[in-house]
């Protein structure tokens, strides 16, 4: 069946690029072949060892901050009914920003930075939820309170960065995602709340299939809708608080994987939910990768990356075959 | 028996032994009493021959200093010399290029002139007299190319930092500085009095940080300068830096109040130079300008000659944040600082490059420089980083495994980051952390942490430096 | 033809005082009636409450007053009943299959969609892209959707709207087959479909004005003062139609 076929393609293409990931850096490029074999059978030396295992955790993270804003793209896609809504939509991200800035002006040690980024974006999720919920807490209110609150934020986030001043207007670059900070620590912690999200997701999707067919049919069902959006929102809203915080805002992912799920395999949610999966690590493992071909060293922001990447890709498969011109 | 040898002949012959022992005695005593007198002599003439020499080595150094003397009095002779033809030029003054000449040669002359006072130490009185005069002299012709220039030089077309052409209608009575490089170069050049606006950030020299809590700078910001404040000050000129935005846009937002916008280039070592001479020209400080230049760019020089002695520059890398992990890249002052005593890793990336901890592993740095960004970065901070990505092997890092991390604070960080004369501060911070054989110091002997409180870089300096390159230096610390 | 729905008793729907409150506009009011299986009809003018009564029966609606269906309150009888609106737009790239698949959530034993939609003759539909069906299609694509849930109580909201002739009268039969074992509620606007059920309702203005068997309710006098508008009464072989005099 051609879903499968695509699926199937996607794992594929994943596997290989986590091959890369592991083989390629600033350090030194191995082939493929002695990656794997220093990881699992510590061939090589202790500098190499080292070196792999970095990189391991960093594919980790990339993979992780793939699958979570995916999923939470897709979620959002889903419960707003708008094909074009994107996790960040709920102001999370110059939420976390603004916390994660407001952190490093006293000069405080780094966990509380992160700490900041995380409470910062849920502190504007609970906000766009308090405003939202004077209007009912529709799917509208829900778009129109959080793009105004996204707005509202990111004017107030330029004035911080102008107040920060020369020296730590270094720290803002951070503000255009990275996965080159992501060492075992945070790569866990990434992993546990990313899984844990796709879990809560996973129980859901009765309910969220059933969303397909609008609220009104829905609730007919017996689904809960005001409880599924808030319970979804809040886990989208904490999922990208914590991706935020620790590798930083990494746009367009959240709104292209879906949609390239949903042009490949179809609306069916749970095909949509392994879709998404995938091509979301696909997405940001991939840029990660490019960051390190390209870069020769220099660590570049990934949002450029996983757009230039993502674009042409979803372009590309919206227009061709049987869907030309049916946009 | 013979008849007749009787008693007799036995005394005579006793008397002849006697008078053979007699006689030797007299040889022995005589002998040693010759001997003695001999070796008293010797000694005397030894003695003496020791105090000549003395005499001949002091006559030596006499005449070494006399030499000298003479070798400076021959450059005082010149420098009298030129001073007397800039006198000269000074009344066929045509044009200001005539007088950015004079100007500059007499920076040279008062710059020379100290740097001689140094080396005749002589308690010559008439010496120091006629050097007391040269540089009254110097000073009166410093007046009189100012009074000059305040006629000639204005109003005055610069070429500022980038690349606009600003023309500066008379000398500026009122300055407004942007920023903390502009605000130490108008220092340095001696303009600081004319300040009547200062962003947030300058805070050196101390008498600007007072001033401003007194409210008597009014704070016109930094990143974003406020420009109601700015006009209400009413200034004649205003200098901000090239690599600011906002400063850039405000040229176009004071032009209509009439107030001219000068911008200091900010990105090499070069413009350090580049921007005194621009400050001097603008604020028609030009003997300063030139004094300050010249001194500027023999510490620099007399840096590179103390480094090249050393007999290897280490790799560098300099780190000024660690989540995210930023260096010094090349095409920035603070490379071309390192540069001079050692090897920048990250030369090859531009401005202030991203890295990840793996390059840091790759490119094995020697010796690591972190800008501590006034105490939040701390040495503590990229170690534990480097070790939680990367493990043990963090220490196959050089730096990491000799613990040669030295972390820049206080004023010695403040001159390494802003481009000003100051930075020549740093420059010798630096030289004396990466070389400390130079200097007859000890690896361990240089602390973790590089400020005017934990190495005394003057002092370090005064027992080798001319005395002054180190008053100079000493200017970056305030005194 | 549909054999496979036997449900020996079909639900009752009861339904007293109930009344609709929106943002202080009042929508249904004081609404009672009851059912006991077979085909309900409501006719109307526009914004009468049609809609808003099937809502409430849905259980997507709060109301003050007393709905039960099978006993049940609306939203506890949620699993028994199946809701199809008047339009629906779903995303552009979801097919039929995903369609019929999101239908059956929270159904104890569901029917299998895909037979439903064989026993239309609409199997060439799979695979479609469910946006670029035909009306008929859409309507009779979701009818089977529903119909697989293998509720007890069917509500269609104007099920014969933006039908041609031809798919209007294979719905009217559908759902007449369909309400002999399921109890059917239904929203029309042609007296003519109103007289195809075993009861009708004529509502006007949230108001309920008239209950009872089709013939006698949905009579001349009764919709021309609820519409309006002039009808007159046509004979056409032994069936009296009311047609609107233009």
């Known amino acids: 069946m051609r879903h499968l076929l695509y699926l199937l393609s996607f794992l594929a293409l994943y596997i290989v690029l986590l091959l890369l990931s592991l083989s390629i850096g600033a350090y030194r490029v191995y082939t493929p072949f002695e990656a794997i074999t220093i990881l699992l059978w510590g061939d090589g030396s202790h500098v190499d060892r080292a070196v792999v295992e970095l990189r391991l955790w960093r594919s980790i993270a990339a993979t992780m901050v793939g699958v979570g804003l995916a999923v939470s793209g897709l979620i959002i896609q889903r419960l707003l009914g708008n094909p074009m809504a994107d996790p960040y939509i709920l102001g999370v991200s110059p939420g976390a920003a603004l916390g994660y800035l407001s952190a490093l002006a006293p000069g405080l040690g780094y966990p509380v930075w992160y700490l900041a980024a995380f409470l910062g974006g849920l502190i504007a999720y609970v906000t766009v939820i308090s405003i939202a919920s004077i209007a009912g807490l529709t799917s509208l209110a829900l778009i129109v309170v959080g793009v105004a609150l996204s707005y509202a934020l990111s004017s107030l986030l330029v004035i911080a960065i102008f107040l920060l001043g020369p020296q730590l207007g270094l720290a803002t670059v951070w503000l255009f995602g990275t996965v080159a900070y992501t060492p075992k620590t945070e790569s866990i912690l990434l992993s546990v709340a990313v899984l844990a999200g796709l879990i809560l997701v996973a129980v859901n999707r009765g309910a969220l299939t059933a969303l397909l067919l609008g609220e009104e049919v829905s609730k007919a069902m017996g689904v809960n809708v005001e409880a599924l959006r808030l319970s979804m929102t809040a886990i989208v809203a904490f999922t990208v608080s914590l991706i935020t915080a620790v590798s930083g805002p990494v746009g367009f992912v959240g709104l292209t994987a879906p949609w390239i799920a949903r042009v490949t395999v179809g609306a069916s949610f749970n095909r949509l939910l392994v879709a998404s999966t995938i091509i979301g690590a696909i997405l940001v493992l991939g840029s990660d990768v490019v960051v390190r071909v390209v870069g020769g060293g220099r660590e570049l922001p990934l949002t450029a990356i996983t757009s230039l990447v993502g674009a042409p890709l979803l372009l590309y498969l919206s227009v061709r075959g049987r869907y030309a011109g049916r946009l | 028996m013979k008849p007749g040898y009787g008693v007799q002949g036995m005394m005579r012959e006793r008397l002849t032994l006697l008078g053979f022992v007699a006689v030797i005695l007299v040889f022995i005593v005589g002998f040693s009493t010759l001997y003695q007198a001999i070796s008293g002599l010797r000694g005397e003439v030894s003695s003496l021959s020791r105090s000549v020499e003395e005499q001949g080595r002091a006559i030596e150094g006499l005449r070494s200093q006399v030499v000298a003397q003479g070798e400076a009095l021959k450059d005082l002779d010149l420098v009298k010399r030129r001073i007397s033809s800039i006198e000269e030029s000074l009344r066929q003054v045509a044009s200001v290029r005539d007088l950015e000449r004079i100007a500059e040669e007499l920076g040279r002359a008062s710059a020379e002139l100290k740097l001689l006072s140094s080396r005749l130490a002589l308690a010559n009185e008439s010496l120091r007299a006629s050097i007391r005069e040269l540089m009254s002299t110097v000073d009166s012709l410093s007046r009189r190319v100012e009074a000059l220039a305040e006629q000639m030089l204005f109003p005055v077309t610069v070429t500022d930092g980038v690349g606009d052409k600003v023309v500066v209608l008379r000398k500026p009575s009122k300055l407004v500085s942007l920023a903390p490089s502009v605000t130490e170069t108008l220092y340095y050049i001696g303009a600081l009095e004319l300040l009547v606006g200062v962003d947030e950030w300058s805070d050196f020299p101390a008498i600007v940080k007072e001033r401003r809590d007194r409210g008597e700078l009014a704070v016109v910001g930094f990143w974003s300068p406020r420009v109601e404040v700015i006009v209400g000050l009413k200034p004649d000129l205003v200098i901000g830096v090239a690599s600011v935005p906002s400063h850039r846009a405000l040229k176009s937002i004071l032009a209509p109040y009439g107030i001219p916008v000068v911008l200091l280039p900010d990105f090499k070592l070069s413009d350090v130079e580049e921007s005194i001479l621009i400050a001097g020209r603008v604020t028609g400080r030009l003997v300063e300008a030139y004094e300050t230049l010249y001194k500027f760019k023999l510490a620099v020089n007399y840096a590179t000659l103390l480094a090249s002695k050393a007999e290897y520059k280490p790799k560098v890398a300099t780190v000024v944040w660690v989540r995210p992990l930023f260096v010094v890249g090349g095409g920035t002052w603070e490379h071309d600082i390192v540069e001079v005593v050692g090897v920048n890793v990250y030369g090859d990336m531009m401005l202030w490059p991203q890295v990840s901890p793996e390059s840091l592993l790759a490119r094995a740095p020697e010796v690591i420089i972190v800008t501590s960004s006034h105490g939040v970065v701390s040495a503590e901070d990229l170690v534990n980083f480097l070790v939680e990505a990367l493990g043990d092997a963090a220490y196959r890092i050089p730096a990491l495994r000799d613990g040669r991390i030295y972390v820049l604070s206080g004023a010695y960080e403040d001159s390494f980051v802003r481009p000003s004369p100051r930075t020549i501060l740093s420059l010798y911070v630096l030289l004396i952390a990466l070389h400390p054989q130079l200097f007859d110091l000890a690896i361990t002997a240089i602390p973790q942490k590089l400020s005017p409180e934990t190495l005394d870089v003057v002092g370090v300096l005064s027992k080798i430096a001319p005395d002054p390159l180190v008053a100079f230096l000493k200017v970056g610390l305030g005194g | ?246």
Not at chain 3, 45 to 66: C, E, F, H, Q, W
Not at chain 3, 219 to 241: D, I, W
Request: glycine letters at 10%.
């Open chain 3, 1 to 246: 033809m549909l054999g496979g729905f036997s449900n020996s008793n079909p639900c009752d729907i009861r339904v007293e005082g109930v009344t609709v409150e929106v943002e202080g506009r009042v929508i249904l009011s004081g609404v009672s009636f009851k059912i006991e299986g077979g085909l309900v009809a409501f006719i109307g003018p526009n914004g009468a409450g049609k809609t808003t009564l099937l809502r409430v029966l849905a259980g997507i609606i709060d109301y003050s007053g007393v709905v039960s269906l099978c006993g049940l309150d609306p939203r506890r009888a949620r699993r028994l009943t199946a809701y199809v609106p008047a339009y629906l737009q779903v995303d552009p790239y979801a097919k039929v299959e995903d369609v019929l698949e999101a239908y059956l959530h929270n159904v104890r034993n569901p029917g299998d969609p895909l037979e439903i939609l064989k026993l239309f003759g609409l199997e060439r539909l799979r695979g479609r892209r469910f946006n670029s069906l035909s009306s008929g299609e859409h309507k009779l694509v979701l009818l089977a959707g529903a119909l697989a849930r293998n509720p007890r109580v069917l509500l269609l909201d104007e099920p014969f709207s933006h039908l041609d002739i031809a798919n209007q009268v294979k719905v009217a039969r559908l759902i007449r087959e369909v309400s002999r074992s399921i109890t059917t509620v239904i929203t029309v606007h042609e007296p003519l479909y109103a007289s195809i059920a075993d009861l009708a309702g004529v509502m006007s203005s949230g108001r309920l004005v008239a209950f009872g068997k089709p013939g006698e309710v949905v009579s001349r006098k009764t919709l021309v003062e609820v519409y309006g508008v002039e009808m007159e009464e046509v004979m056409v072989g032994s069936r009296l139609l009311l047609v609107p005099s233009l």
